[in-house]
Nanobody, 128 residues
Framework: QVQLVESGGGLVEPGGSLRLSCLAAGFNLPFYNIGWFRQAPGKEREGIICRTSSDGRIDYDEFVKGRFTISVDMYKNTVYLQMNSLKPEDPAVYYC?????????????????????WGRGTQVTVSP
């Protein structure tokens, strides 16, 4: 059985921080490219930040550069997204996802085409 369960979302003020968690049950994480995506109402799902499998390269959207950090706990099979300096443009449902294979290219890592496993996501709201 494989399953992705995101948690940690909530309401935070602009400039605040939030840490999201993703329990990846049944996944052998060292062999996966791992990404965090988000989808706002009326918008397409977009890649925010990802970590490649073979070399651990970190790819990210320029909008979150210096603000978001991805980390992985291999023993707990859990992926984290540390979100700092949150902006009013960040509210969305956030998803953790992954696909097996050698280190992905930047376009593959941040694009939706290579991923086919999705959880329910966790809602992040930024409001004064």
């Amino acid at each position: 059985q494989v399953q992705l369960v995101e948690s940690g979302g909530g309401l935070v003020e602009p400039g605040g921080s939030l840490r999201l968690s993703c329990l990846a049950a049944g996944f052998n994480l060292p062999f996966y490219n791992i990404g965090w995506f988000r989808q706002a109402p009326g918008k397409e799902r977009e890649g925010i930040i990802c970590r490649t499998s073979s070399d651990g390269r970190i790819d990210y959207d320029e909008f979150v550069k210096g603000r978001f950090t991805i980390s992985v706990d291999m023993y707990k099979n859990t992926v984290y997204l540390q979100m700092n300096s949150l902006k009013p443009e960040d509210p969305a449902v956030y998803y953790c996802t992954m696909f097996a294979g050698w280190s992905a290219t930047t376009s593959q890592c941040l694009g939706v085409d290579e991923y086919d496993m999705w959880g329910r996501g966790t809602q992040v709201t930024v409001s004064p």
